[in-house]
């Protein structure tokens, strides 16, 4: 059974609830064919992030641009958190590699080359990779992220490969813009700076969207936020995407720090707050379907969306390991059909929320922030203390809403470190403040009280249910305790 029976089942039941997953809106429109590309790609279905995982390969060290918040020791920006790749890998390594993390992560369902540089300014390395693994494990889907300087001439490679999912960033259309990010292109053999390298690459980034889609390849387009560079002309890159047929808009957040000796870093430009990247976020999801849950993961990353694995698979490790691809696969297969079925009953499971919402309907609450502590899976399933990043919803009478994630310091991370607990809740408190409610597992007496105080309601109720039901329940609670009420000419979008 495919999740197109389970989306199938959710149009039968009227289930339109973020229960069938967040992107369930975005999925149940879409054809049976593009449905069938995404239900298990992590970063293309926002349900599809809490059962699958997706990995890395280190195959591609060159770049044939220069961005003002990259620095080449660091992992490419544009996929990546700056951190340094911790191993760069031939090609037949990094088969090697997706084969053992394919047979220990059975829901790792897709392989990316994603930097540390720009997977096409490394032709030979990145499509000797992409052609081993199509021979060797037809079972995962590959994915591809580039700047796109040369993507048109890269597209009748990348089709022959059968990589139907392609990334690109695309920070600007505006050439004037785009010298205030790109400081040179290297192009035709020469190094060209100023408007006219950006001019260039925006031109072949148009081309090479133009010509993807033409091919009927899924196209995801990052683009970093920028305070003060590209806030504002965001909007009009992402109407201009979405009219050229991109099929996913990822607005990420630009992270500068002096001490990753960036462009940017050094000259202090900010990154935006999560309350600017969200405004910036619903403002471009008028047009289309907003990525929300993109964790800007390194160039080798392994595991969920979220979660670095790839210290168990260094290829010291990786030589020891005796690998059975072709029963992997039959592992796999029966891993996947498991989490379709498990994706079916929390579809139907999500008509006890729809209920509970149907029920607040009547009732004038306005919309809130809850935050929910989850290690993967859909469900709440981890302790407060253990949470490095908590869910944002938005919880209306209308339908729960997943707007994004915030990273968070380890409340509790070992007796060492118990005298700095304090000072982490109040980071974790500054960062959560807009929430009405946290949800988790489990939680201990001093951060519950504490965070009560600060007006954040502790929940241990709903460990081991579904988020959005749970978050449902939650707010059917506040609501009918009178927690939420407000009268409805004052109610007002949290994140509008
Ligand atoms: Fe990797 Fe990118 Fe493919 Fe995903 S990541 S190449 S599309 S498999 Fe995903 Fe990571 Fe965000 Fe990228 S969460 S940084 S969007
Ligand atoms: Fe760095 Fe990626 Fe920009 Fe190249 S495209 S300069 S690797 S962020």
Not at 43 to 72: G, L, W
Not at 153 to 177: A, F, Q, R, S
Not at 483 to 488: E, M, S, T
Not at 490 to 495: F, P
């Amino acid at each position: 059974m495919t999740l197109t029976v389970v989306e199938q089942n959710k149009t039968e039941q009227g289930c339109a609830s973020d229960g069938c997953g967040s992107s369930g809106d975005q999925m149940l429109h879409l054809p049976e064919e593009i449905r069938q590309k995404i239900f298990n790609h992590p970063c293309y279905s926002e349900q599809a992030h809490h059962y699958f995982a997706r990995m890395h390969v280190a195959v591609a060290p060159a770049c044939n641009i220069q961005c003002h918040y990259c620095n080449r020791k660091y992992d490419c920006s544009n996929e990546s958190r700056p951190g340094v790749v911790s191993e760069l890998l031939t090609p037949e390594q990094a088969v090697k590699k997706v084969l053992a993390v394919a047979s220990e992560i059975p829901q790792m369902s897709v392989l990316g080359i994603a930097g540390p540089g720009d997977p096409l300014a490394n032709p030979e390395r990145t499509f000797s990779t992409f052609q081993m693994l199509t021979e060797q494990a037809p079972d995962i889907k590959l994915c591809v992220s580039t700047n796109g300087l040369t993507l048109p001439e890269h597209i009748d490679e990348l089709c022959k490969h059968n990589i139907d999912h392609v990334t690109m960033t695309i920070n600007c259309v505006d050439p004037e813009i785009g010298a205030k990010i790109y400081p040179w292109v290297f192009w035709k053999n020469r190094r060209i700076k100023g408007i006219k390298a950006a001019k260039i690459l925006i031109e072949q980034q148009q081309k090479g969207l133009q010509m993807l889609v033409d091919r009927g390849v899924l196209v995801k387009v990052n683009s970093v936020l920028i305070p003060g560079v590209n806030d504002e002309h965001l909007k009009e890159v992402s109407k201009i995407v979405k009219a050229k047929g991109a099929f996913l808009h990822n607005v990420m957040p630009l992270i500068a720090e002096a001490e990753h000796g960036t462009f940017y870093g050094v000259m202090g430009q900010r990154g935006p707050t999560n309350n600017e990247l969200m405004k910036l976020q619903d403002a471009c999801s008028g047009d289309m379907n907003m990525m929300r849950h993109c964790r800007q993961c390194r160039a080798d990353a392994v595991g969920m969306l979220g979660e670095d694995r790839g210290d168990e698979f260094s290829m010291e490790k990786i030589e020891m390991m005796d690998i059975d691809y072709p029963a992997a696969m039959v592992k796999r297969k029966k891993v996947h059909a498991d989490i379709e079925a498990e994706l079916k009953a929390k579809c139907n499971n999500s008509e006890v929320a729809l209920v509970s919402l149907t029920g607040l309907k009547q009732i004038q609450s306005r919309p809130v922030l809850m935050a929910v502590a989850s290690s993967g899976g859909g469900i709440i399933n981890q302790h407060f203390g253990h949470a490095s990043e908590f869910l944002i919803y938005e919880i209306s009478p209308m339908d729960v809403r997943f707007i994004g994630h915030r990273k968070v310091d380890l409340y509790c991370s070992g007796s060492d470190n118990c005298g700095k607990t304090e000072t982490r809740l109040d980071k974790i408190i500054t960062t959560l403040k807009d929430c009405k409610a946290v949800l988790c597992s489990k939680i201990g007496f001093e951060p519950w009280v504490i965070l009560e105080e600060a007006g954040i309601q502790p929940d241990g109720e709903h460990a081991m249910e579904f988020i959005e039901d749970a978050l449902a329940a939650v707010y059917k609670e506040m609501a009918d305790n009178g927690q939420l009420d407000k009268p409805a000419s004052q109610q007002q979008k949290i994140s509008a």
